[in-house]
């Protein structure tokens, strides 16, 4: 039987509502939606390219494994709508960050929401579960949280959106990768810009998120292994198998950017 408008849009409420009760660390404003942790500083916002130049970026496609109860999910990762969301992604799946890390967040009553996970600090078992869906990639070169502006592309623009949600910026078209059933995304806090690690797939078409959280991948096998997902189911390994030479590492840590400028003649 087909819900009617007005009773699936009360549905959906009670679905946010549940999620608002499993993150009770969280601030109340921010639980509405999937997310993270929020930094521990807000400083001001330094220039969008001083930010890319210290994150990886995706120039292309790449396809990324995950094995999940011994069944495989591969994800088609975009970065050529999403070159930094999708970089830091594939970066992090390379240096074997979410190998371990469980599903802490799985919303599917009273209609099919999200699975989220990829909290490092899930790794660990001295971690209480309350504390799950805190945590961000501390950057082991500088010993500090790496975290990535929301960035999401205009249906028919040339360059994404960045640290501004579709409301915000008052952008009336779609974007170019939206919250179908299979999306993967990431989580963050209310702040733009708080995107870590964290991540989830959509269980159902979930069009309110769009333009509102940043889309970076589609679930094209396994779906069905998403759908039997459940609360403390680990990723048991990540990889990529496809594209990596399509990850670019970042330009403040390129040689180039490292080496002694030539004296000039």
Same mark, same amino acid.
Do not use: H, K, M
């Given at each position: 039987m087909r819900l009617g408008f007005g009773r699936q849009c009360a549905v959906w409420l009670v679905a946010i509502a549940v999620l608002?009760?499993?993150?009770?660390?969280?601030?109340?404003?921010?639980?509405?939606?999937?997310? $993270?942790?929020?930094?521990?500083?807000v400083a001001v916002e330094p220039a969008l390219d001083d930010v890319a130049a210290d994150l990886p970026?995706?120039?292309g496609q790449a396809t990324v494994e995950l094995l999940v109860n011994g069944e495989t999910i591969v994800i088609e990762v975009d970065?050529?709508?999403?070159?930094?969301?999708?970089?830091?992604?594939v970066d992090l799946v390379q240096r074997g960050v979410y190998d371990g890390t469980v599903f802490h967040r799985v919303v599917k009553t009273p209609q099919p929401f999200v699975v989220q996970g990829g909290d490092p600090q899930s790794t660990d078992p001295n971690v209480p579960a309350s504390?799950?869906?805190?945590?961000?990639?501390?950057?082991?070169e500088t010993g500090?949280?790496?975290?990535?502006p929301l960035e999401i592309l205009p249906s028919g623009?040339?360059?994404?959106?960045? $640290?501004?949600?579709?409301?915000?910026?008052?952008?009336?078209?779609?974007?170019?990768l939206t919250h179908t059933r299979g999306a993967v995304a990431m989580a963050r806090s209310q702040f733009p810009d708080s995107a870590s690690a964290q991540f989830y797939i959509a269980l159902a078409d979930l069009p309110f998120l769009d333009g509102s959280y940043a889309v970076f991948g589609q679930v094209t096998e396994g779906m069905d292994v998403v759908d039997a997902i459940e609360q403390d189911d680990v990723i048991?390994?990540?990889?990529?198998?496809?594209?990596?030479?399509n990850l670019q590492p970042p330009e403040a840590a390129s040689p180039a950017a490292d080496s002694d400028p030539e004296p000039a003649e």
């Open positions: 608002l009760s499993s993150c009770t660390s969280r601030p109340p404003e921010t639980a509405e939606t999937p997310e $993270s942790a929020e930094p521990a500083e970026r995706l120039d970065g050529t709508q999403a070159p930094l969301t999708a970089g830091n992604f504390q799950l869906g805190t945590g961000s990639f501390v950057n082991p500090q949280p790496r975290y990535i623009a040339e360059t994404p959106v960045y $640290s501004q949600t579709f409301e915000t910026a008052g952008i009336a078209e779609p974007p170019a048991e390994s990540a990889q990529v198998v496809a594209g990596l030479d």
